[in-house]
Nanobody, 119 residues
Framework: EVQLVESGGGLVQPGGSLRLSCAAS????????MSWVRQVPGKGPEWVSG????????YYSDSVKGRFTISRDNFRNTLYLQMNSLKPDDTAVYYC????????????WGQGTQVTVSL
């Protein structure tokens, strides 16, 4: 059974940091490009960042470039998103998914983790 399980979300003040993790199982994680996608209720999903299968190439949306860092550990089958200088506009449910770039097809999705940036 394919599973992507996100963790690390929570409530943080503006300017703070969080590190999201996504534990993968049930498929060959190291052969898949991966992404983080976020969604606010009432809006469509927004691609945030992607990484290729071996972790060399990374991609970011303009809204998070310079503040977020995506990485992966293929030995631990885990994807990460380090989020710094968080803003209220970053508030969303964050999902990890297969597919590394903005419009890539996504075979697998996690259940999401809530990130809330507020005073």
């Amino acid at each position: 059974e394919v599973q992507l399980v996100e963790s690390g979300g929570g409530l943080v003040q503006p300017g703070g940091s969080l590190r999201l993790s996504c534990a993968a199982s049930g498929f060959f994680f190291g052969t898949y490009d991966m992404s983080w996608v976020r969604q606010v209720p009432g809006k469509g999903p927004e691609w945030v960042s992607g990484i290729n299968s071996v972790g060399i190439n990374t991609y970011y949306s303009d809204s998070v470039k310079g503040r977020f860092t995506i990485s992966r550990d293929n030995f631990r089958n885990t994807l990460y998103l380090q989020m710094n200088s968080l803003k209220p506009d970053d508030t969303a449910v964050y999902y990890c998914a297969t597919g590394g770039v903005r419009n890539a097809p996504r075979s697998y999705w996690g259940q999401g983790t809530q990130v809330t940036v507020s005073l």
